[in-house]
């Protein structure tokens, strides 16, 4: 086991004493609940981990009646916030000097976001857009901001638009716009930890093997990727739930690599 390896299991275990982030929710419209996040982190030009957030469309509060868009960053099952828990590990593997505890919330077209180079956004299949959101985040895509699009798939029968919902949503942000299917040997994979193969990428509910597909400015897979799409596969869920004992230390670990990688390359790209 290497030296960084041993970092992010004993963080992950570390994690597991942390107290729960307090949801502050209401139920309302049935299962439905109107959610607020925590105040977001004071800008001070430390990297800060940004959660994008989005219309939802009707059947997107399944979960706990949360939002999609807040997934993984409050759960009804009493786990960690997933990007706390990046930052974590974040903080222990890297000189980043990142935001631990705070975070920010922002909706794609808020001029605010074009303070934080690297975005996240999970449950894509129940993201709504509009022209004037869409315009706002092209922008944002073009001055070389990077996203990670996490936790979604073809789920139907649960009222998910599905790939089909996301590539139209991404159509009006860049018309034309292609999906690339990527392998091991793009550099994002390289950026800190060497990862060779997507075979160690855990799958928590998912069935089959995950697909990672890039956005490329200009659709040109020769320049930079501007977007990462995390389909089929909860990435993010091994964050999450780490600290808890609900996913084994050597899946998050790999997850954890996952995440890493991404921001590093998002951070100098």
């Known amino acids: 086991m290497t030296r960084t390896r041993v970092a992010i299991a004993a963080v992950s275990l570390l994690l597991a004493g942390a107290t729960t982030a307090t949801l502050v929710a209401q139920r309302r419209f049935g299962f439905r609940m109107a ?8 800008y001070d030009g430390r990297f800060t981990f940004a959660r994008l957030k989005y219309n939802v469309a009707p059947a997107g509060y399944y979960y706990c009646g949360l939002p999609s868009w807040a997934h993984g960053y409050a759960s009804c099952r009493g786990g960690q916030r997933a990007e706390r828990s990046l930052m974590q590990i974040m903080s222990e593997v890297s000189y980043l000097g990142a935001h631990v505890e705070d975070s920010v919330v922002l909706a794609i077209d808020d001029p605010e976001l074009f303070k934080y180079p690297v975005a996240y956004m999970t449950e894509a299949s129940y993201w709504e857009t509009n022209d004037a959101e869409a315009a706002a985040f092209r922008a944002y895509l073009q001055k070389g901001g990077f ?12 009222g998910s638009g599905g790939w089909q919902n996301f590539a139209a949503n991404m159509g009006k942000v860049l018309p034309g716009v292609r999906f690339y299917d ?7 994979f390289h950026s800190f930890f060497e ?3 997507f075979d160690i990428i855990p799958q928590s509910y998912d069935f089959g093997r995950p697909i990672l597909r890039g956005i490329f400015e200009d659709n040109d897979p020769k320049k930079r990727l501007m977007a990462i ?3 089929d596969t909860d990435i ?27 921001i590093m390359y998002g951070m100098t790209h």
């Open 35 to 42: 959610f607020d996040p925590d105040p977001n982190a004071k």
């Open 147 to 158: 996203v990670i699009f996490d936790d979604f798939r073809d789920d139907f029968g649960r």
């Open 182 to 188: 990527l392998d091991a040997s793009h550099p994002i």
């Open 195 to 197: 990862i060779d193969s």
């Open 229 to 231: 799409v995390n389909f």
């Open 236 to 262: 993010s869920d091994f964050w999450e739930f780490s600290a808890t004992g609900f996913r084994p230390i050597d899946e998050s670990n790999q997850a954890y690599k996952l995440g890493v990688n991404y």
